[in-house]
């Protein structure tokens, strides 16, 4: 069983950056896609980024896209989402979650495994 705990949120001024983190207990992320996932208020939840483990291939939405960076530490099996330029239709609670490949690519869907959330909020 994966358990996922992600720490880092908080409020922040528009512009500004927030680091967060995931980290997993009771097995290591080999074989296993992570992805970080938000959800706003009265929204759908959305993918942000995800990373392949095995391959280090990263995928990121295109609202994100050369902002936000996905990144991972093989020795603390923590899963990271730096988010730069931020902006206030970032502000979300934001999940992290993995699954299970064999592949090389990095799916929006299909995430077994997720974490409990932390809130994100960026003031204009």
């Known amino acids: 069983q994966v358990q996922l705990v992600e720490s880092g949120g908080g409020l922040v001024q528009a512009g500004g950056s927030l680091r967060l983190s995931c980290a997993a207990s009771?097995?290591?992320?080999?074989?296993?896609?992570m992805g970080w996932f938000r959800q706003a208020p009265g929204k759908e939840r959305e993918f942000v980024a995800g990373i392949n483990w095995n391959t280090d291939s990263t995928y990121y939405a295109d609202s994100v896209k050369g902002r936000f960076t996905i990144s991972e530490d093989n020795v603390k099996n923590t899963v990271y989402l730096q988010m730069n330029s931020l902006k206030p239709e970032d502000t979300a609670v934001y999940y992290c979650?993995?699954?299970?490949?064999?592949?090389?690519?990095?799916?929006?869907?299909?995430?077994?495994?997720w974490g409990q959330g932390t809130q994100v909020t960026v003031s204009s």
């Open positions: 009771g097995r290591t992320f080999s074989g296993y896609v």
């Open positions: 979650a993995a699954q299970r490949t064999t592949g090389w690519s990095v799916p929006e869907t299909g995430y077994d495994y």
